[in-house]
Nanobody, 121 residues
Framework: QVQLVESGGGLVQAGGSLRLSCAASGRTFSSYTMGWFRQAPGKEREFVAA????????TYANSVNGRFTISRDNTLKTVTLQMNSLKPEDTAVYYC??????????????WGQGTQVTVSS
């Protein structure tokens, strides 16, 4: 099973950009579907984006589609979330997640510790 560590969060002004990274340990990273989720204060955790094993399949939440881009590097065992045109409502703790099913949506079973993203207006 992989272990996940996120980095790259911080404080940014509205309209700015941030790049989140998730580093995975374990030999079978390329067999995991990877995803990003977020949880704002007082709200449920919500899906942001996911990417398939090879990186050729991706899906996004409507709220971030066209602004965020998920990518992965199976050699480096990393998954990245490039976030552009950030809005105050993007403020949340962002979590990297993994699962061995090829289905991009649904339940993810492995989670990182999270990284805070704060967007000021």
């Amino acid at each position: 099973q992989v272990q996940l560590v996120e980095s790259g969060g911080g404080l940014v002004q509205a309209g700015g950009s941030l790049r989140l990274s998730c580093a995975a340990s374990g030999r079978t990273f390329s067999s995991y579907t990877m995803g990003w989720f977020r949880q704002a204060p007082g709200k449920e955790r919500e899906f942001v984006a996911a990417i398939g094993w090879s990186g050729s399949s991706t899906t996004y939440a409507n709220s971030v589609n066209g602004r965020f881009t998920i990518s992965r590097d199976n050699t480096l065992k990393t998954v990245t979330l490039q976030m552009n045109s950030l809005k105050p409502e993007d403020t949340a703790v962002y979590y990297c997640a993994a699962k061995q099913s090829p289905v991009l949506t649904g339940v993810f079973g492995v989670w990182g510790q999270g990284t805070q993203v704060t967007v000021s207006s």
